[in-house]
């Protein structure tokens, strides 16, 4: 019994996360979305932080947040083992 209630919530928390995720992705809202590229990065989900801060490095670019978030995006990409693309990052 406990296993099996173990496993229903786990089976939310899962779709929970995920649903918070598509929400931050079709936002409008960039700070936002930049908040929550580097709780992601922190929490070692360097796809999901690289997918927010792909979008953004283009939309701030030639703000305070450009060149954090380019770093940041390398270090997701260096951190998902994708090394071409975060020495190109690096680079910039």
């Known amino acids: ?5 173990f496993l ?8 929970t996360s995920c649903g ?7 936002s409008t809202d960039y700070e936002l979305k930049y908040s929550y590229a580097k709780k992601y990065f922190n929490a070692k ?7 927010l801060l792909d979008e953004l490095v283009t939309i701030f ?3 305070a947040y450009a060149e954090e978030s380019l770093y940041l995006l390398a270090q997701s990409y260096y ?3 994708d090394y071409q693309s975060a020495s ?3 680079e910039t």
């Open 1 to 5: 019994m406990k296993k099996i209630v």
């Open 8 to 15: 229903w919530m786990m089976s939310a928390f899962l779709f």
């Open 20 to 26: 918070e995720y598509n929400k931050i992705l079709k």
């Open 45 to 51: 989900q360097y796809s999901k932080s690289a997918t």
């Open 61 to 63: 670019k030639g703000t």
């Open 79 to 81: 951190g998902q083992k």
């Open 88 to 90: 190109q990052y690096f």
